[in-house]
């Protein structure tokens, strides 16, 4: 993967060069991990650019603020239309979105309370993150050696920095054993999910994914797929599941922003099913595509435009997430 520079950032209100968007090296941030952020896509449609469940991940940045006591210094509007104009400023038809609220300066220690919360949103561009061709053939896994956060640790609902220190031990093993990706296990035992995407099983037709209190963040790609699956009147179910049903599970694949819905071929180099991508996780990609690339009615109201950003009113599902806080 690749990282190229856009052409602004926002920053605290403010559209600033991609090279000015700096911090100082003693910003609580960097010695504590004390930051909340989010990813999103925003998708080339026939329609123009437009991203993908703002509401949604908003909503979630603003909770994960909540958790880590941040007192947002913008409204959930407000934030929702600074990424909208981030997109447009950097003349994007796709990108991907990263807002991040962090501490920044003033003074350290582990009480967080003197320093500032500052926000920043970044977009660039950002292709499959495991692949263009893992989509179709799917991807080789394993099974982590390291467990996710435990309960009652550092809490896994919040999508928050700090976390991904877990992520990146359980990414990095995958990788230097050869695989694409690493599933973990929760403190129990039981499935999680993996270093940067939820998991889910497809046994005999039904749709299985480990519940939250797995140590599961509640992604936003998954609670897509729930919601097209019952469209689709394919049975879902949240259950705490076993290591081994991966390896006797008809289908598994795994979701979020980054890898959108990717299937797994293999996990510790036993096949999973045929090999290759099941029929249930074709159609729950056909139904997610079908919705993003704009060839059936958008009728959840995922997508917002991004070149009405200017005088555009709030959708319902905006309105509705924005009076929770």
């Not at 950032?9 to 989010?38: C, Q, T």
């Not at 026939?46 to 909540?66: C, M, Q, V, W, Y």
Request: with cysteine; aromatic share 10%.
């Amino acid at each position: 993967m690749t990282f190229p520079k856009s052409d602004v950032i926002w920053m605290n209100g403010k559209l600033v060069p991609w090279d000015d968007a700096r911090i100082h090296v003693g910003s609580h941030v960097i010695h504590y991990g004390s930051a909340v952020f989010e990813g999103v896509r925003c998708y080339n449609t026939p329609e123009g650019p437009a991203i993908f469940r703002l509401d949604a991940h908003t909503e979630r940045l603003f909770n994960s603020a909540k958790i880590y006591r941040m007192d947002m210094p913008y409204t959930f509007e407000e934030l929702s239309r600074a990424q909208i104009e981030t997109v447009a400023a950097n003349k994007k038809d796709a990108c991907y979105i990263r807002p991040i609220v962090y501490r920044g300066y003033e003074q350290l220690g582990v009480n967080p309370f003197p320093c500032p919360v500052d926000v920043a949103i970044m977009v660039w561009d950002w292709g499959r993150y495991l692949g263009q061709e893992a989509l179709e053939t799917g991807v080789d896994v394993c099974v982590s050696s390291w467990a996710r956060i435990a309960p009652n640790t550092l809490p896994a609902m919040a999508k928050t920095s700090a976390n991904y220190m877990n992520s990146q031990l359980i990414k990095m093993e995958a990788i230097k054993a050869g695989y694409v990706e690493g599933i973990a296990l929760d403190s129990d035992g039981y499935l999680s999910e993996g270093s940067g995407e939820n998991l889910f099983l497809v046994k005999n037709g039904t749709l299985l994914t480990p519940p939250l209190v797995s140590s599961v963040l509640p992604g936003i790609t998954r609670d897509t797929v729930v919601q097209l699956a019952r469209r689709l009147r394919i049975p879902v179910e949240e259950a705490r599941l076993p290591r081994e049903m991966l390896y006797i599970s008809d289908e598994v694949f795994m979701t979020g922003t980054a890898a959108e819905i990717t299937p797994v071929r293999s996990v510790d180099k036993i096949t999973i099913g045929k090999g290759a991508r099941g029929p249930v996780t074709e159609a729950l990609q056909k139904a997610f595509f079908d919705v993003i690339e704009s060839r059936v009615p958008d009728e959840y109201g995922w997508l917002t435009p991004v070149k009405e950003f200017a005088s555009r009113i709030p959708s319902a599902a905006l309105r509705a997430a924005k009076e929770k806080f």
